[in-house]
């Protein structure tokens, strides 16, 4: 057990629909970090959120948000869904700061399988 | 921009046999290397970390040696056993020269072990 939370586990939804996937990083961890596996992409960084803030975009779509809330939990919004989006989604936290050195292990949590029929 | 280039799979071995996963990296200064494990259904584990060049990461009878001059953090077990069967993927991360330390994944290598 990592201590890194995701839920739902599993989310099947709709073409057009908006989903909210939450993520609860570990304890004391500040940064959240939100990759997207997928067959053909393999695993891709999308967002990161440092004690609130936004801190690195990566191929994130603009149908896609996320945030990060005062206590340290983290939500991706995915809206306008389509059939491509179907993967599995992954949170992970991390303690990074000035002095980590660039040692940055991350924790992932067990995923969110998304399914858009 | 940083690029993880590793073996590609299926690798299939016996019970006991050596096992080599090459992984190849390119990247700006000086990444941190790392080998994740996904077990079937489940998420990333770290198996092993190396920080700076010649660290060798080793765990759970894995082991990876950091080669700046060659850029390449290849994984190997001198006996795989069944419980091994999973996909390894190679990353790393350079640190951003700030907060951002996000991840750069190889595709993935997917090991099944034969008892």
């Known amino acids: 057990d990592s201590g890194v939370t995701q839920t739902p586990k599993h989310l099947i939804t709709a073409t057009g629909q908006r989903v909210t996937l939450r993520c609860s990083p570990r304890s004391g961890d500040l940064s959240v970090y939100w990759y997207q596996q997928s067959l053909d992409q393999g695993l891709q960084f999308l967002i990161q959120y440092y004690n609130g803030e936004e801190r690195a975009k990566g191929n994130i779509l603009e149908r896609f948000s996320a945030q990060q809330f005062p206590d340290l939990h983290s939500e991706l919004n995915l809206s306008s869904l389509e059939l491509g989006d179907s993967a599995l989604y992954f949170c992970?936290?991390?303690?990074?700061?000035?002095?980590?050195?660039?040692?940055?292990?991350?924790?992932f949590g067990p995923g969110t399988r998304l399914t858009v029929l | 921009g940083n690029s993880v280039t590793q073996m590609e799979g299926p690798v299939t071995l016996s019970e006991e046999a050596f096992l080599t996963i090459n992984c190849t990296y390119t990247a700006t200064g000086y990444p941190s290397l790392f080998w994740y494990v996904q077990y079937p259904g489940e998420g990333l584990q770290l198996l092993l970390k190396a920080t700076k060049a010649d660290d060798k990461g080793s765990n759970k009878g894995f082991e990876a040696t950091y080669r700046k001059e060659t850029t390449s953090f290849h994984l190997e077990k001198g006996s795989v056993q069944v419980s091994d069967s999973a996909v390894y993927f190679c990353a790393l991360s350079d640190g951003g020269g700030g907060s951002n330390y996000k991840l750069t994944f190889g595709k993935g290598t997917l090991l099944t072990v034969n008892p």
């Open positions: 992970a936290s991390s303690q990074v700061g000035v002095t980590s050195g660039g040692h940055n292990e991350q924790f």
